[in-house]
């Protein structure tokens, strides 16, 4: 193509440009972290969708770092916020791949998003879809389609999840609870849980921090760490800093 044939998409023709898609993207090994194992890698790059790359810990590694790849953001945040419950198990992105037409393995085809395992033995897949998708009829018999092609021994049961609970700030906040508690310091937790539980006017994260013989970054990222495991509430739509509103779980 010549340069008076170029379209310029500064000047005048603002949709995004159309670019030749791109390989996959593979990580080799990394030192120390188990490698990505579901049937289908998502990283390819994109211009507009959101993969992320991820490392985390469940008890079915023995809380060995695993490498996950999430084909979006809100399919990370859905993982981020499973690995902030006691109850989980184990966590597997791409797990299972299934073919819409029974016998058919070169017809069409569907990856599950992500497989959760709890400790007491339940099987869950997750689909991840943003809601004006989810309104759609054909979005509906697709989902229909996926159920009916998925073994029952794959799961105990397929849950919709609706991308659009998670706004750009939760997913942000739940990346970075999800963080602070690759750092646990249970003695530390305990005493700010304690002066929490015992200061009247709580009201501003901030206000803990004359009470406690502490450096604030320490109270801060325990703050964190309590929000996440429940002990503390904040509203998570909203930026979780100093100024941020905090109360103690009922």
């Known amino acids: ?27 080799g090994r990394i030192h120390g972290v188990l490698p990505f194992t579901g049937v289908r890698n998502p990283g390819f790059r994109s211009s507009s969708s959101h993969r992320v790359w991820m490392t ?15 084909e979006s953001a809100a399919e990370a ?7 902030l419950s006691p109850l989980l198990y184990d966590l597997q ?43 759609k009829p054909r979005t509906r018999r697709d989902i229909e389609a996926i159920q009916a092609a998925t073994p029952p021994s794959a799961a105990d049961s397929m ?4 991308a659009g609970r998670y706004s750009r700030q939760r997913r942000e906040n739940l990346f970075r609870l999800h963080e602070a508690i690759q750092t646990p310091d249970q003695e530390i937790d ?21 009470l406690l013989d502490l450096p604030r970054k320490t109270v801060f ?30």
């Open 159 to 162: 849950i919709i999840v609706d």
């Open 1 to 27: 193509m010549s340069d008076d044939q170029t379209i310029d998409h500064d000047s005048w023709n603002y949709s995004p440009a159309k670019l030749p898609r791109q390989s996959k993207i593979k990580l």
């Open 93 to 135: 992105f791409q797990p299972l791949k299934v073919y819409l037409r029974p016998g058919d393995r070169k017809g069409p085809s569907y990856t599950h998003d992500l497989l959760a395992t709890f400790v007491d033995g339940r099987r869950t897949l997750i689909f991840v879809r943003n809601s004006d998708s989810l309104q």
């Open 77 to 83: 945040a859905v993982a981020h916020e499973l690995l």
């Open 190 to 210: 305990d005493i700010v849980l304690w002066t929490a539980c015992n200061h009247r006017s709580l009201w501003l994260m901030r206000d803990l921090f004359p």
């Open 56 to 70: 985390y810990r469940t008890i079915a590694n023995d809380f060995q770092p695993k490498c996950g790849i999430a």
């Open 221 to 250: 990222k325990s703050c964190y760490r309590l929000i996440a495991c429940g002990a503390l509430r904040a509203n998570l739509d909203h930026v979780i800093a100093e100024w941020s509103r905090v109360e103690v779980a009922s």
